[in-house]
Nanobody, 112 residues
């Protein structure tokens, strides 16, 4: 199982970013995005079902983040808008809500 996250960076408050997660080595059913802010534990962010139809979001990102997937490319995306300083974290994709099989992560920093 391999998950490779990309797309993070430094963005101003109110800005947008799109994260990508490429997976290989398994049949991905549900894919999860989780994040870890400095000094805090893992926080579940969003989930997408295998067909991309069912999506779920943490209350803290609902209405601002959109998860999607392209199974032909073995890739999941997290479109983030209206970013806030509290969104600053290392973002991972994983095969479970608790972060199982997560990759190395991609850093998102929201700061002016």
């Amino acid at each position: 199982v391999q998950m490779v996250e990309s797309g993070g960076g430094l963005v101003q408050p109110g800005g947008t970013l799109r994260l990508s997660c490429a997976w290989s080595g398994f049949n991905a059913f549900y894919i999860y995005w989780v994040r870890q802010a400095p000094g805090k534990g893992l926080e579940w962010v969003s989930t997408v079902s295998r067909d991309g139809i069912d999506t779920y979001y943490a209350d803290s990102v609902k209405g601002r983040f959109t998860i999607s997937r392209d199974n032909a490319k073995n890739t999941v995306y997290l479109q983030m808008k209206s970013l806030k300083s509290e969104d600053t974290a290392l973002y991972y994709c994983a095969t479970a809500k608790v972060g199982t099989n997560r990759g190395q992560g991609t850093q998102v920093t929201v700061s002016s």
